[in-house]
């Protein structure tokens, strides 16, 4: 087989970027974007070169970072344009090639097999220098993790190549957690075992990594090595969805039964919603819960019949819930994901003593709800369970839905 | 959730007098700078989508003739900003 060209672009410290081009003002300041801290969403989403050399790091406290950093001007996220900004990106991938996977607002691969890799790498950079105000960093290579890795190499604004001949002496010497999927629990358990960097996690033994991590073993495995065939995916072929969930801190962190009732329902219409506008019925639903102390479990169960009506997920979800967290402390953020997607038109076994009459009004109210909440805004109706507390149900998950990167096998590593 | 626009000095959003073509192509012809005072575009020797850093804004960049000195016009969402001159 021909070898294959992928790059992987990445727009440096995006959402700073993006903020610097269109307040030209603070440029030349250190700069960083963070969540709204009334909402308990107070951290670092974004920075500047300014604010990095300060030592302010991507997810800690706005509180920490402005002690590092008296002077630090700190901006709210403003979504819709660096959405815009991601949509002119993609416009300009699009302009090479159309296997283009996003990796969030700000990454994506790009198939361009056939093509002189750095040639278009650069061409890239370019344009997005001079069309979009950002920089990038591009990582070229034979497949999507040494891409990945490139791009992490040189910053900013460079390309980074490598290839079948030069990997050992580029990658190998590079710390394990800068591979995809490598995060801290990861690292600490290899390091334990005397590898730190990607090189040594190559030249493990296979076997003794599956011992010690089962699947992704072999995964990390496979990464290290550049063994990894995964294709570029076609950009947006809705197939390819393979769950829809939403999560989200809660204003105040949960205490009782009723207040993860209130955020579960909200959640499940948001995902139910973009479920039906996708076309999807799914049939299994998850929760992820995080408690105040950050540990998180997500627990998952299979629906009767393939749904999108509301009222079904978010029971589904609330007995998740109910089964599986006893209160041991007070829940920080919740999540609800729907997987198993099907399309919504495929026939279907009916049941034959159910009331599926029931259930298709059911849907029909959904439907009408979307409707008028497009037409007049989120708002202009909700549920009575959700009013019970108006600060806890005053979030809009869907519309405020930010696209943060999937997991690279979309589905998570579970089977 | 809506784009918040920002304020910059050096960004100055003009009234803009354009062409509509049939195959979408869309021409400005003349703006009113702040001042009031309208300029007749004789030339767009150009289009492109550009970022201005001057003023703040990405958009379809416009490069304009005017009295034989060459001005840029960006096209921005659903207006129209020029930089402010020694910006």
């Known amino acids: 087989m021909k070898q294959r060209v992928i790059l992987h672009s990445d727009m440096n410290n995006f959402y700073a970027s993006v903020e610097c081009v269109h307040r030209p003002g603070i440029r030349n300041q250190p700069v960083v974007v963070g969540g709204d801290e009334e909402l308990r ?31 630090l001007v700190v901006l709210p996220p403003n979504y819709p344009l660096y959405l815009r900004y991601a949509k002119f990106a993609r416009q300009i991938y699009a302009d090479y090639t159309s296997r283009i996977e996003p990796f969030g607002l700000d990454e994506a691969w790009l198939d361009v097999s056939g093509e002189n890799g750095e040639r278009v790498a650069n061409e890239i950079r370019e344009r997005i220098k001079r069309e979009l105000g950002v920089t990038a960093s591009v990582g070229v290579s034979y497949n999507k993790i040494f891409a990945k890795l490139g791009s992490d190499i040189k910053k900013p604004d460079a390309t980074t190549v490598i290839s079948e001949n030069n990997y050992k002496a580029v990658a190998w010497p590079l710390p394990v957690d800068d591979l995809l999927y490598v995060g801290r ?92 506008e996708h076309g999807f019925l ?3 639903v998850a929760i992820s819960v995080r408690d105040n102390e950050l540990s998180r479990f997500e ?13 079904e997920i978010a029971t589904a979800a609330m007995c998740l819930f109910r089964q599986h967290y006893h209160w041991p402390r007070p829940v920080r953020s919740i999540g609800v994901r729907c997987t198993d997607l099907i399309p919504a038109g495929i026939p279907m076994q009916l049941s034959l003593f159910g009331d599926e009459e029931h259930r298709q009004k059911q849907e029909v109210i ?18 009575a369970t959700v009013l019970a507390d108006a600060p806890l149900c005053g979030i809009n998950p869907k519309n405020d839905h930010v696209i943060h990167p999937v997991g690279f096998f979309r589905d998570g590593m579970e089977s | ?21 049939p195959d979408g192509r869309l021409y400005p012809v003349a703006f009113w700078w702040e001042s009031g005072h309208r300029y007749t575009i004789d030339q767009v020797l150009d289009i492109c989508r550009a970022a201005s850093l001057k003023a703040g804004g990405v958009g379809v960049r416009y490069t304009c003739l005017v009295h034989g000195r060459q001005t840029y016009l960006y096209y921005e969402e659903d207006r129209w900003f020029m930089e402010r001159r020694g910006a």
């Open chain 1, 282 to 284: 799914c049939r299994t």
């Open chain 1, 299 to 311: 627990r998952q169960m299979k629906l009767e019949k393939p749904s999108c009506i509301s009222g």
């Open chain 1, 185 to 276: 629990a990861t690292r600490q358990k290899l390091q334990r075992i005397g590898i730190s960097t990607i090189g040594e996690l190559a030249q493990t033994s296979a076997p003794l990594l599956h011992n010690l991590f089962g699947k992704v073993g072999d995964v990390l495995h496979a990464f290290a090595n550049g063994f990894d065939d995964s294709p570029v995916m076609q950009m947006d072929e809705e197939s390819l969805i393979k769950s829809i969930g939403n999560s989200t801190t809660t204003p105040r962190d949960l205490i009782c039964d009723e207040d993860a009732k209130v955020t579960l329902y909200v959640l499940a219409e948001s995902v139910c919603a973009r479920m039906r």
């Open chain 1, 41 to 71: 969403h107070g951290i670092v989403l974004a920075k500047n070169y300014l604010a990095k050399a300060t030592g302010i790091r991507t997810g800690e406290a706005l509180w920490q970072a402005r002690q590092k950093c008296p002077g």
């Open chain 1, 366 to 383: 959904d439907r009408t709800v979307d409707d008028l909440r497009r037409r007049f805004g989120h708002f202009s109706i909700q549920r």
């Open chain 2, 1 to 21: 959730m809506k784009e918040r626009r920002y304020q910059n000095e050096n960004k100055v959003y003009v009234k803009v007098e354009a062409l509509f073509y």
